[in-house]
């Protein structure tokens, strides 16, 4: 009889675990469809399942609409962003918070979750946990597990090293990549720690491979420095496979699943 919350830092995040969680269920008779609502009726269960999803780009009377369910008690899986920590949001009888990418996260931000119930479980996921983390499951009350298996059908990840006389290479190994049907990322990392000059690097990188190189793909452009409506944006565009390859900076790390991207040139690695 208990609740589940789970949130993710962005929102195109949000809506891909929202759309797993459908999927997971997809055994279920749907009996409700809206943009941010789904309940299905499960085989073997005596009550319905109600899926829900609360970002901040939903219209003002969808996020009403949810928000009641949930004050009401009626949504028993809510995924969402920041706006689930909303002064304004219930999540009575919460028996789970799950919070993904839990380094996006104020601590603040963390508990505000954690207490929208009396002392509910709490699973914090991370590929990159932070120092505070780390101290936690050493000296506080926090158990880890590490999840060391490769997701099933996946393959074995091949590195190559290519010299830049060699540049040419990696750029006919991806064109034929794409030709396949496949998507690519073109990273420019930078050791440089400023992102003006991260920045400078990708769009560089970008305006030559959309010029000289790829003038017949589609090449998108991704940076610390774009608004974060404009990122989602263009993360939204690569995962529908409107754009071929992605020049972007370290942003990108953000723990989006995206399968169909099956090469990464990392531009000075």
């Known amino acids: 009889g208990y609740k589940v919350a789970f949130m993710a830092p962005t929102e195109i995040l949000a809506q891909q675990h929202y759309a797993t969680l459908h999927r997971l269920f997809s055994f279920g008779e749907i009996i409700e469809s809206q943009e941010n609502i789904i309940v299905l009726n499960l085989p073997g269960f005596e009550n319905r399942i109600t899926l829900g999803l609360l970002i901040g780009s939903l219209k003002q009377s969808s996020k009403k609409y949810i928000a009641g369910k949930l004050n009401d008690d009626e949504i028993d899986i809510i995924v969402g962003t920041h706006a689930l920590i ?98 690519a990322f073109v990273l420019c990392p930078l050791i440089e720690e400023s992102e003006i000059l991260q920045t400078k690097a990708a769009t560089e990188e970008y305006e030559k491979l959309t010029a000289e190189i790829y003038p017949e793909l589609n090449v998108g452009l991704l940076h610390g420095r774009m608004k974060l409506i404009e990122k989602e944006q263009v993360m939204m565009e690569f995962q529908n496979h409107n754009i071929d390859i992605l020049v972007c900076t370290r942003v990108i790390e953000v723990g989006i699943d995206i399968p169909n991207a099956t090469v990464m040139v990392i531009d000075g690695a």
Do not use: W
């Not at 009575?92 to 993904?100: C, I, S, W």
């Not at 380094?103 to 979750?113: E, T």
């Open 86 to 183: 909303q002064d304004d949001i219930r999540i009575p009888k919460m028996g789970l918070a799950v919070v993904d990418e839990q380094h996006r996260f104020g601590v603040q931000q963390r508990s505000a979750l954690r207490y929208k119930a009396e002392n509910p479980n709490l699973l914090v996921m991370s590929a990159t946990p932070i120092p505070r983390s780390l101290n936690l499951t050493v000296y506080g009350d926090l158990d880890i597990s590490i999840l060391k298996e490769l997701p099933l059908g996946r393959k074995e990840i091949k590195t190559v090293f290519i010299n830049d006389d060699d540049r040419m290479k990696a750029y006919e190994f991806t064109r034929e990549q794409i030709q396949k049907g496949r998507q």
